[in-house]
């Protein structure tokens, strides 16, 4: 090779090595702005959220199609979002939404028989959340534990009487041999 060629070679390797890097710093530009548009669009859903959930708070004293209404929003909402973060699965989504809206209708039903009864109660649109299941199987969870070891008191009492029953009972037997015994010396 000769230096003409030489030199040829490096400046088309220097060539090469400049555009790689203005290709990285493009990458790493481009990568910068998606990140910063990926948070941009996290806070905006995020102040939506807020304005939603400001807008779909349950009146006190709403109607039941406006408190059904109200309820069936926020869940949507809560699931969207929770679904935007790769929470929960679509068809999960559809099976929450159908379990709310179940819950709704026997409420109302509830509400329809009570009043055709003449008993007009006010209706329960209680939906438990985690905490509260979670604190509810923790109080049946103590609650089982407390009942076995009520259970385990009672069969050692039962256990302790036994023995003391047994004791009684070889007590009385030695104490008849030895008036057996004193009967037959006196004999």
Partial sequence: MTDSEKKEQEKTAAAAAAAGAAASTEEAATEAAATEAAATDAAAAEAAAAEA????????????????????????????QQQQNDILHPLLLHD???????????????????????????????????AAIE??????????????QQQQQQEQQQEQQQVQ???????????????????????
């Fill in 53 to 80: 959930a400001a807008e779909t708070t349950i009146p006190v004293g709403a109607s039941f199609a406006d408190q059904r209404h109200a309820a069936l929003q926020q869940l949507q909402q809560r699931l969207q």
């Fill in 96 to 130: 929450v939404q159908r379990q709310l809206i179940d819950y709704l209708q026997q409420q109302q039903q509830q509400q329809q028989q009570q009043t055709a009864a003449g008993r007009q109660q006010r209706p329960n649109y209680f939906i438990p959340s985690a």
């Fill in 135 to 148: 604190a509810r199987s923790a109080a049946m969870l103590s609650q089982m534990q407390q009942q076995q």
């Fill in 165 to 187: 029953q047994q004791e009684q009972q070889q007590q009385q037997e030695e104490q008849q041999e030895q008036q057996q015994g004193e009967q037959h010396k006196q004999e």
